[in-house]
């Protein structure tokens, strides 16, 4: 597996993860639909890459910047580190993954 698969993957199992336990802690249907839906993407998207498909690498940088814009946004507003603070940490991580 290269470098943008496991990137793409490992933060689609973090938002996907994240939008689980935003459900069962804060009972946030948001949570779970978003983290899921986005989740999922990016985890086919990293699969689709490593299959060499053209489009699994636009899909995943899409929906990571996606994800760093709306956490951004939820970090300036809330200034707590969890979720938004790790969750655009982690993006933005994944993006620099991906470009290379």
């Given at each position: 597996m290269d470098l943008?698969?496991?990137?793409?993957?490992?933060?689609?199992?973090?938002?996907?993860?994240?939008?689980?336990?935003?459900?069962?802690?804060?009972?946030?249907?948001?949570?779970?639909?978003?983290?899921?839906?986005?989740?999922?993407?990016?985890?086919?998207?990293g699969l689709a890459h490593?299959?060499?498909l053209s489009w699994g690498l636009p899909l995943a940088i899409g929906v990571t910047i996606a994800l760093i814009a709306v956490f951004a946004v939820r970090f300036a507003k809330t200034r707590k580190f969890m979720p938004a603070g790790l969750m655009v940490i982690a993006g933005i991580l994944a993006l620099v993954a991906m470009a290379v």
């Open positions: 943008v698969t496991v990137a793409a993957i490992a933060y689609g199992i973090l938002a996907f993860v994240g939008g689980i336990l935003g459900y069962t802690k804060a009972n946030s249907q948001t949570s779970l639909i978003s983290g899921v839906i986005s989740g999922v993407l990016l985890m086919i998207s490593q299959q060499n």
